[in-house]
């Protein structure tokens, strides 16, 4: 993997380009206990879905037993505006890269769960519309399976002309480390938001085998550099 050249980079956005995912995942946790009277603490939530689109999400719940319905999920969305409404940081660090790659003409896109509308709405608040236009937005509806399956990196790599082999992946979530590994991409692991906090995302961090694990976007900067 060292001699590997990367000529696209791809990042998620929720828990990488801005803190995220922990706002998304506590809506669907507190819809869930209160429609279905789980008790679920926010470990148990993450354990079960962090990381992915709805859909999966709602995939992973019937198989627990859980039905959701579309009316579920459209009031999940809803609630989700409502902490978009009180806006959110970049991760820091995060648009010196950015701004290098394009100064460099860098190859880079998004690559996320969530779906296109309320990811372009994202773009705004954190306003990086300037560095990604929609021809470098990929979501989960442009694809028939959500992280942890391959489909959005591997769509990612065809519409920006690139070998998986030379992409690489900065992802905060176990599903989309995955998700990576399974596109044939090399996968980073950016630690620096709260929901790789905890003991078992650690735990399960370790067992995935991730060789470039970085807790700040300097060290990411730096492992990127070294590879262009």
């Known amino acids: 993997m060292s001699d590997v050249k990367f000529k696209l980079v791809i990042w998620d956005f929720d828990g990488v380009i801005a803190d995220t995912e922990k706002l ?6 507190d819809m869930l206990n209160e429609k279905f009277n789980l008790n679920w603490d926010f470990q148990t939530a993450a354990h079960y879905i962090a990381g992915m689109g709805d859909k999966t999400k709602s995939e992973v719940l019937a198989k627990l ?10 009031e999940a969305l ?12 970049l991760t820091k660090g995060i ?3 950015f701004e290098y790659n394009q100064a460099h003409q860098i190859k880079q896109c998004i690559a996320t769960g969530g779906i296109l509308s309320k990811t372009l709405d994202k773009i705004n608040i954190v306003k990086i ?3 990604f236009d929609e021809t470098q937005i990929f979501t989960v509806d442009m694809v028939e399976h959500g992280k942890p399956k391959p489909d959005i990196f591997l769509l990612a790599a065809k519409k920006m002309n690139v070998k998986p082999e030379n992409c690489v992946v900065i992802e905060d979530s176990l599903a989309g480390l995955q998700a990576a590994v399974a596109a044939s991409m090399t996968p980073v692991a950016f630690i620096g938001s709260d929901m790789t906090q ?25 492992f990127l550099q070294s590879h262009y």
């Not at 998304?24 to 946790?29: A, F, G, P, S």
């Not at 399960?204 to 976007?217: A, D, G, P, S, Y």
């Open 65 to 74: 037993g859980i039905e959701t319905d579309d009316a579920f999920w459209e």
């Open 198 to 222: 905890t003991p078992e995302f650690q735990e399960n961090l370790k067992k995935l085998n991730i060789k470039n694990v970085f807790q700040t976007m300097d060290d990411v900067f730096a």
């Open 129 to 131: 519309n300037d560095i």
């Open 95 to 97: 648009r010196k890269i």
């Open 78 to 89: 809803k609630r989700d505006y409502q902490y978009m409404l009180k806006g959110f940081d």
């Open 24 to 29: 998304w995942l506590k809506t669907r946790m």
